[in-house]
């Protein structure tokens, strides 16, 4: 890649791997999220876990989201494209057919035959190969030597007998199966979790019950406050499995059948304008808005798999915290940011397409992307300052919002923890007392000669 005149393949450096590195964890919304929830929530938490059997707990949680978050988009989504493409649309004859590449289009342009077809010659256009779609094309016995993506639209066309409407409508098909199978797998997967790490802890640690309250009360009061949901982890693990698969089907529908239908209604027209909202980058980097709604079933699993009312808490925190940081805090910083740079340094990282006249965007403006940014420095539109700003302010914000989560959110979740369970501790003590003094009012003690007397 060319920037400013240098030429990178000539002279590798560290700085351009840093900016391209900052530029996919920016045009990937579940790679930064998985990056903060890492540094900035699993290992800060489970460093802070109050015992050991939580400590447990917390590190099998960290890892199977990480797994999920970092190997869906590198393994899965990669293999489930071609799939789609020739078992469900049926647009290539061969699995490692370069030709899968079409699905990367955006629903933005499935509207309409013209600009498919339009958006599919772009993307024939392009011959960049991406390193992780590289893999596959290794496998392939035809790209020894190089593994170069290129599309071809006219083998795309022959499949389908040259009935451009007939690829839209596959197109439209194999995306919407790919986007189905991904949610179900990786929201199945993170929500039905924490159920399945209740049964880990109860076999590893004897006991059912909060982990982190085993070392803050007797095992008898840690049990009596998971009673009820001993009793009803089955029913609300089904409940989860039926809420997480009516939404991804209520997504599905509002994203890709508006796509196919004809009708003309306000409300099919926004579904329809909004289905790019559900894109895959690339083909495998999951967007803000569907990644936001599974984050959001995922927490009703974990609050749904909670053993007591205090986890319930915790997890609404732990979960609430990060994820109305992460899409709301995350976005008005980085605005906030790139606005002050703009003013005080005269750089141009806010969009100056006209999306900015609204009150409230004249505070926090809409920005560019660092592709953006990075695209336009090539092309000298801007300063390089640009570029170096832009990466700045993305590293700045992703520290910041790791500090807040990390430190301060156990550390108050923790005080809450303690207090709930005081409160049991001393309940049960108070009881007990009291069993005690209405045992010593029952028993008979021994009658005076002299008070026998009287009653006689």
Partial sequence: MQV?????????????????????????????????????????????????????????????GFAVAWLTPFCTLPFSNRFAMKYIGKLTKSFWSNNHKAIHI???????????????????????????EAIYGKFNPKNKKKYVQKLNIDELLKSVGGDEEELRKKLIRSKNAVFFSDCVFTFTTIGA?????NEITKKDSGQSGFSAEMSMADKEIVEKRAENYEKSKRKKF????????????????????SLYSKNGSKFVQNL????????YNKGIYMSRLPLFIGSA????????????????KDVALRFGIPLTIFYGGDLL??????????????????????????????IFPKIKSIK??????????????NKRVSAGIFWANMLILMVSMGYAVPTAINKMIKKDVEKDVQAGVNVKNNQSAMNQSNIVKPIRMEDFIKRV
């Fill in 372 to 385: 953006q940014v990075m695209e336009e420095v090539e092309q000298g539109k801007i300063s390089k300052t």
């Fill in 106 to 132: 955006s629903n933005e342009f499935l509207k309409d035959t013209k600009s498919m077809m339009a958006e599919l010659q772009r993307i024939a256009n392009k011959t960049d190969k991406y390193p992780l």
């Fill in 193 to 197: 979790f924490p159920f399945f790490n």
């Fill in 297 to 312: 079933v995922t927490c009703i699993g974990s609050i749904l798999a909670a053993r007591n009312n205090t986890e319930r």
């Fill in 238 to 257: 089904l409940t989860y499995m039926g809420i997480l698969t009516g939404t991804t089907l209520a997504m599905s529908l509002g994203a890709f059948a």
């Fill in 272 to 279: 329809r304008n909004g289905s790019k909202l559900f894109d």
């Fill in 333 to 362: 910083l980085s605005s906030l940011f790139a606005n002050l740079s703009d003013r005080l340094f005269g750089t141009k990282l806010c969009k100056d397409d006209g999306s900015n006249k609204s009150a409230i965007n004249k």
């Fill in 4 to 64: 400013a005149g240098i030429n990178h393949k000539q002279n590798p450096s560290f700085k351009n791997g840093f900016y391209n590195v900052t530029r996919e964890l920016d045009s990937s919304v579940m790679l930064s999220r998985a990056l903060i929830d890492l540094c900035g929530c699993d290992i800060p938490w489970v460093i802070m876990a109050n015992n050991n059997t939580e400590r447990k707990e917390k590190s099998r949680k960290l890892f199977s």
